[in-house]
């Protein structure tokens, strides 16, 4: 314990932690390697709680740093197992509010004005406080009311020192218990690490709030308050103040009559293209951050957590999505593989992918309401923290997300069909990637990777024949076997070549039907051309192939 301890500056703080773990029954993890250590002696009313809500226990007595790190891992189920990421989404993140005066004080040092030149009222009694902050409601010298989210004081210096702690613990348990080791608890810490110091700078959150507001624009389902740069430091953050119900109060929706079926269609239909098209989406949208407003209109707040979907992701998941709807187990094991998560010579992916089907079957016999899209993502993530499987941050989150939008929806609306409603949605994203803009692109892409193989294929034959020569392995070749070689591998780049271009011309036909006046068939002049060319390349193709045969 003394070498634990050496790598910790404030002692008290650590003694503290580990005395609130041995309270919960965790001293064990620390007198394994040390017998004497008497304050973590197990009891045995303690251990008869399972390890996850004593997890949880110890994470709520710790307080806002611990509350925080629980969050952060509720989100991510593919670091931990399910049964301890669904025990941590409990953790509340209801803190106790620090005063008006510690208030108004930091809000002065930051915007470098007295309260009453920056606002013409701010109320005294916050709105709302949590493990980093806490918001107070306010009205601009122009008139607009808004919301003033402040830093917690001294939450910077707290979390240092407890993540410091953390590292410690973390990098203890690995080096005495190999078990814990497959669950990687320093990783774990470096990625709190750099959540929160993403978060503690509220310039990040405003800078994400400002895109999501760029990203509503035409959604008249959606309002994306917006940010006030004036009022905006690293612990202040001013946005425009939302009047609404926040969707947890199923009284208050209720009292005001509003069409909860309709507010969670328009709730799913933001989440969906916020991911598939836009790429960015909000990564903890529990019911605290949504608010429903007049017109059914959702509200969304608080951007400290988001997710991000570059083009690959995007594609491979609308694929797994779409094969999860349409109950197709190979497309869904496609995906997975598509996004570099399986990898065919590892050992144990064959069991993986049979594990996947297992999970997915059953949808081929299922009544869509029979299909709950968040049992499928859950077994999917728990199978593959089960094979140490790495899973890309922004699918996990994506995952975490439709988990929280179909568990709102069915505490309001037992009988509610996620797979159901979001089938037209995910059709019309599968005809946009197979007919829309993104074909194109994605052509252009793939000839661009060819051409760049085929160009730097000579030069890598030449390095991988030097390479042999040079080696403990000769091989001895003679010129017209060498010459045989670069003529067939001419030969079938060449072939690959012509298909590449008669499957862009094709496309590029179909694409331009619409353009221009039809003049045979129904089609335009520049589509028949196109067509027309891809026709002769295949002719030419064809006869080439038949020479050869003969």
């Known amino acids: 314990m003394l070498d634990l301890k050496k790598e910790v500056r404030d002692i008290r703080r650590f003694n503290l932690i580990l005395f609130v773990l041995a309270r919960e029954g965790f001293g064990y993890l620390f007198s394994a390697a040390h017998e004497r250590f008497h304050p973590f002696r197990k009891k045995e009313k303690i251990l008869s709680i399972p390890p996850e809500a004593r997890l949880r226990r110890v994470l709520e007595k710790l307080g806002p740093t611990f509350i925080k790190f629980g969050q952060i891992l509720s989100l991510r189920p593919d670091l931990i197992p399910i049964a301890y990421a669904k025990e941590l989404e409990k953790l509340q993140?209801?803190?106790?509010?620090?005063?008006?005066?510690?208030?108004?004080?930091?809000?002065?040092?930051?915007?470098?004005?007295?309260?009453?030149?920056?606002?013409?009222?701010?109320?005294?009694?916050?709105?709302?406080?949590?493990?980093?902050?806490?918001?107070?409601?306010?009205?601009?010298?122009?008139?607009?009311?808004?919301?003033?989210?402040?830093?917690?004081?001294?939450?910077?210096?707290?979390?240092?020192?407890?993540?410091?702690?953390?590292?410690?613990?973390?990098?203890?348990?690995?080096?005495?218990?190999?078990?814990?080791?497959?669950?990687?608890?320093?990783?774990?810490?470096?990625?709190?690490?750099?959540?929160?110091?993403?978060?503690?700078?509220?310039?990040?959150?405003?800078?994400?709030?400002?895109?999501?507001?760029?990203?509503?624009?035409?959604?008249?389902?959606?309002?994306?308050?917006?940010?006030?740069?004036?009022?905006?430091?690293?612990?202040?953050?001013?946005?425009?103040?939302?009047e609404g119900i926040p969707l947890h109060d199923v009284k208050g929706l209720k009292r005001k009559g509003y069409n909860i079926q309709k507010v969670v269609e328009n709730g799913i239909a933001i989440t969906l293209k916020n991911v598939f098209e836009d790429g960015l989406f909000h990564a903890d949208p529990h019911p605290g951050n949504i608010l429903v407003m007049k017109g059914n209109k959702v509200g969304l707040i608080d951007f400290g957590i988001v997710g991000t979907f570059d083009e690959k992701l995007k594609h491979s998941s609308i694929e797994m999505f779409y094969g999860i709807v349409e109950e197709d187990t190979d497309a869904v094991v496609e995906a997975f593989a598509s996004l570099g998560l399986i990898d065919d010579g590892a050992a144990g992916m064959d069991e993986f992918k049979r594990e996947i089907k297992k999970i997915i079957g059953p949808l081929q016999h299922a009544s869509l309401k029979d299909v709950k899209l968040s049992y499928v993502?859950?077994?999917?993530?728990?199978?593959?923290?089960?094979?140490?499987?790495?899973?890309?941050?922004?699918?996990?989150?994506?995952?975490?997300?439709?988990?929280?939008?179909?568990?709102v929806a069915l505490e309001f609306d037992p009988g509610f069909e996620l797979v159901k409603v979001s089938r037209p949605y995910v059709e019309k994203l599968i005809n946009k990637e197979l007919l829309g803009e993104a074909m194109p692109k994605r052509i252009i892409a793939e000839f661009s990777k060819y051409g760049r193989f085929l160009s730097e294929l000579p030069e890598r034959v030449n390095a991988a024949l030097g390479k042999i020569q040079k080696g403990t392995i000769k091989i001895d070749v003679e010129d017209s076997d060498v010459k045989r070689l670069g003529l067939e591998i001419d030969k079938s780049s060449n072939r690959m070549t012509y298909g590449v271009l008669i499957a862009a011309l094709l496309v590029t036909g179909a694409l331009l039907k619409d353009v221009g006046s039809p003049m045979f068939g129904g089609f335009p002049l520049v589509s028949l051309i196109s067509f027309g060319f891809a026709v002769l390349i295949a002719l030419f193709l064809v006869g080439s192939i038949f020479r050869e045969g003969n």
Request: aromatic letters at 10%; zero cysteines; hydrophobic letters at 45%.
């Open 93 to 242: 993140d209801a803190v106790g509010p620090f005063p008006f005066e510690e208030a108004k004080k930091i809000v002065e040092q930051e915007l470098g004005k007295p309260l009453s030149a920056l606002f013409r009222k701010f109320e005294k009694k916050e709105i709302a406080s949590a493990s980093i902050s806490q918001v107070h409601k306010a009205a601009l010298p122009t008139g607009e009311i808004v919301a003033v989210k402040i830093q917690r004081p001294g939450i910077l210096k707290m979390m240092d020192t407890d993540i410091e702690i953390m590292f410690s613990i973390a990098r203890y348990l690995e080096r005495h218990f190999p078990k814990l080791r497959l669950y990687h608890p320093v990783l774990i810490v470096e990625e709190f690490k750099r959540w929160t110091d993403a978060e503690l700078d509220f310039r990040n959150e405003a800078h994400y709030a400002k895109l999501f507001l760029e990203n509503a624009k035409g959604m008249a389902m959606l309002k994306i308050p917006k940010v006030y740069d004036a009022y905006v430091t690293d612990k202040i953050l001013t946005t425009e103040f939302l």
């Open 377 to 407: 993502l859950e077994e999917v993530l728990d199978t593959a923290v089960k094979h140490h499987i790495k899973m890309p941050i922004g699918f996990v989150l994506f995952g975490k997300a439709m988990l929280t939008v179909e568990g």
